[in-house]
């Protein structure tokens, strides 16, 4: 007993530190002058944790320049290829233009490199698991998640998103989900991360068509920080309570950090590469479509 205490403790500490430590870190490195920066510095400030990101296509196009810059001063540093892995694969997704056969591609051979070249190291294989998700290669995102908990068991991340993964495109148990609400609690109030589990438990509410529930933790999640995913997630559920004057405004809100918004295509390809023939695909794809129907009779694309 006195030994599960002392892991519980160890965990509960891993996540709330482990954000303020990367933010510390990137802090202190954004002090340096730019062509100081080392390869790991670098990627360093590429790499993603909730806390120190900005809701903007320019942010995370500026995090692909710095992990390119990074494999240009050591091209065997696989680390920074798993963030290219990672951002490549988001931007297919999020950002139209984006989501060319190139990038795609691209996105899997540095997903490939990194697993060859950085596969001891935790958050390198985090940064994979996340490529295979938005890939929607959801069993291999899971494994990567599996693997990430392996190198590291107290990875705050993949100890919530190993249970959370495989409910990506279907219906979520009520166990579950309040496995995953609890977790969530147990986070500090103003820990970043929340913003993702609560992201992730509206996500399964939306699954099971639990409406009310989803809009809830997708208001909170939204308080807390925003991503595409997340607020075409909250919009979507807005619109199907018949609130899309709420809806399209969370959409046109975000015009000027994300220029290229297009729900249609969110709607159309990303619903489509990340469900598969999942059993909940055709009902996302009708929930997602229904925004992009209600963003397009307000005159928006």
């Known amino acids: 007993d006195e030994l599960a205490a002392q892991s519980e403790l160890v965990a509960a500490l891993a996540a709330e530190m482990r954000p303020q430590l990367f933010t510390a870190a990137k802090r202190a490195i954004e002090t340096l002058p730019p062509e100081s920066a080392t390869a790991w510095q670098l990627y360093l400030q590429s790499t993603w944790m909730p806390g120190e990101a900005r809701n903007s296509l320019a942010w995370e196009k500026e995090r692909i320049a710095l992990a390119t810059r990074a494999l240009v001063l050591d091209p065997g540093l696989g680390q920074a290829d798993s963030v290219l892995a990672d951002k490549l694969a988001y931007l297919a997704n999020v950002d139209p233009p984006s989501d060319t056969e190139e990038a795609r591609t691209s996105a899997a051979e540095h997903a490939r490199r990194a697993l060859e070249l950085a596969a001891g190291d935790s958050d390198a294989m985090f940064n994979i698991s996340i490529h295979h998700w938005h890939a929607g290669r959801i069993a291999e995102s899971l494994s990567a998640t599996r693997r990430t908990l392996e190198l590291d068991p107290n ?73 595409p995913d997340s607020f075409y997630q909250l919009a979507a559920i807005l619109v199907q309570l018949g609130e899309t004057e709420a809806a399209v405004a969370q959409i046109n809100q975000q015009r000027a950090n994300w220029p290229n918004l297009d729900p249609r295509h969110y709607a159309g390809a990303v619903v489509a590469r990340r469900c598969g023939s999942a059993s909940k695909a055709a009902f996302l794809g009708r929930v997602y479509g229904d925004l992009a129907d209600a963003v397009a009779a307000a005159g928006g694309r």
Do not use: M
Request: hydrophobic share 50%; charged share 25%.
């Open 155 to 227: 990875h705050v991340l993949a100890r919530f998103l190993v249970k959370a993964v495989p409910y990506t495109c279907s219906d979520a148990p009520a166990e579950v989900i309040g496995e995953l609400a609890a977790f969530d609690a147990a986070l500090a109030p103003d820990n970043p991360v929340r913003w993702l589990t609560l992201y992730w438990i509206g996500r399964l509410h939306l699954n099971n068509n639990d409406l009310e529930k989803a809009r809830d933790a997708g208001w909170r999640a939204d308080q807390i920080f925003r991503s």
